[in-house]
C-alpha cells in the first residue's frame, strides 16, 4: 500500500504560481509512476503531468501544460511537486496526487491505484 497527500494548493492570482507537494509513504521503493490529475467543477478527472520514480522521466498532457508545469521527484524525501506558472483561471481545479507499481498508461486515469485526498487551487481572473 501507498499512501498519497498533497499540499500547497490556494487561491493566486492570474498569472502567478504555486508549488503543489505529494507526500508518498508505505511501499514507495517500487512505484514506477507518480502523477497528477486535476478536477474541475463538472468536468472529467483530467491527466495533468507524471513522473518516472526512479528514472526522472517526465510526461504533460500536452506541450501547452509543458509549457507553464514542471514535474519533479525528490526520492530521498519521497515527494512529488508540481510547479504551476502563468496560472490560468482555467487551471482552477481540484489536483490529486496519483501512484502505481504498475508499467501502465500513463495518461489514464484507471491506470493509477492510489489516489490522494486533492487540493484545491483557485486561479482568479
Known amino acids: 500500500q501507498v499512501q498519497l497527500v498533497e499540499s500547497g494548493g490556494e487561491l493566486v492570482q492570474a498569472g502567478g504560481s504555486l508549488r503543489l507537494s505529494c507526500a508518498a509513504s508505505?511501499?514507495?521503493?517500487?512505484?514506477?509512476?507518480m502523477g497528477w490529475f486535476r478536477q474541475a467543477p463538472g468536468k472529467e478527472r483530467e491527466f495533468v503531468a507524471a513522473?518516472?520514480?526512479?528514472?526522472?522521466?517526465?510526461?504533460y498532457r500536452d506541450s501547452s501544460m509543458k509549457g507553464r508545469f514542471t514535474v519533479s521527484r525528490d526520492i530521498t524525501k519521497n515527494t512529488m511537486y508540481l510547479q504551476m506558472n502563468s496560472l490560468k483561471p482555467e487551471d482552477t481545479a481540484v489536483y490529486y496526487c496519483?501512484?502505481?507499481?504498475?508499467?501502465?498508461?500513463?495518461?489514464?486515469?484507471?491506470?493509477?491505484?492510489?489516489w490522494g485526498q486533492g487540493t484545491q487551487v483557485t486561479v482568479s481572473s
Open positions: 513522473v518516472n520514480w526512479s528514472g526522472g522521466s517526465t510526461y
Open positions: 508505505g511501499r514507495t521503493f517500487d512505484l514506477y509512476i
Open positions: 496519483a501512484a502505481t507499481q504498475r508499467r501502465t498508461l500513463i495518461g489514464s486515469f484507471n491506470g493509477y491505484d492510489y
